[in-house]
């Protein structure tokens, strides 16, 4: 009976392939046309090169679909600074921001989360919009504000834009809140918030999206009455 299923098999053309696999390249956090098949460092800026997937034909799009119900904690928390802040109060009240998860020792994608928010910010600035960059550790026991500082340094973070960092469980309640709460560090999701405060308006993105996209999602909210 074997034989036969494989001779059916075979002649009708079913024949079983594996799915090709995505052949894996590393680039640059900061200068992503930078890539190599092989591990190393970045000419430009000497960072090391980070492994990836080659991009997809149709990359991911920004997800519009609104956040609801979001009620964000005013826990106290350090910024990359070492100065005490009230989140809500310090950062979001009366904002539009754009938030994102990360954490130091990463090797991954927050590098790269990391540096798509620098691009954001400079992008935001040509196009003169105001708005709050917020970057929220998930490793606050080991993200110290000097950690978060020299983290800020290396992808010249520039004013309004904060790292944050603080007791474990005012991080764990903000990152319940905010939906991304994960066991493992190295399970957080690539994801960005953005949000307009006034109105209330909150909507999340894909967190490699390209600048020009979150942009337009940020002027979205910024429009929001």
Known sequence: ???????VLMLTG???SAPAQTPKVYSCPMHPTVTSSKPGKCPKCKM???PTRAKAENPPEPDPAAVSAIRIPDVTIQDQNGKSLNFYRDLVKGKVVAVNFVFTTCTAICPSLTATFRRLQ????ARKLEAQLISISVDPTVDTPERLRDFAAKFKAEPGW???TGNA?????????FGVAVANKNDHTPMILIGNDE???????????????????MT??????
């Open 162 to 164: 904060t790292f944050v």
């Open 199 to 217: 109105t209330g308006y909150w909507t999340r993105a894909y967190g490699l999206s390209s600048p020009a996209a979150l942009v337009k999602l």
């Open 1 to 7: 009976m074997l034989i036969k299923v494989l001779m």
């Open 48 to 50: 090391a090169l980070t």
């Open 169 to 177: 469980a005012d991080i764990d309640r903000l990152l319940q809140e």
């Open 14 to 16: 079913a024949v079983y």
């Open 122 to 125: 400079q992008e935001l600035a």
């Open 220 to 225: 979205q909210a910024a429009n929001q009455k």
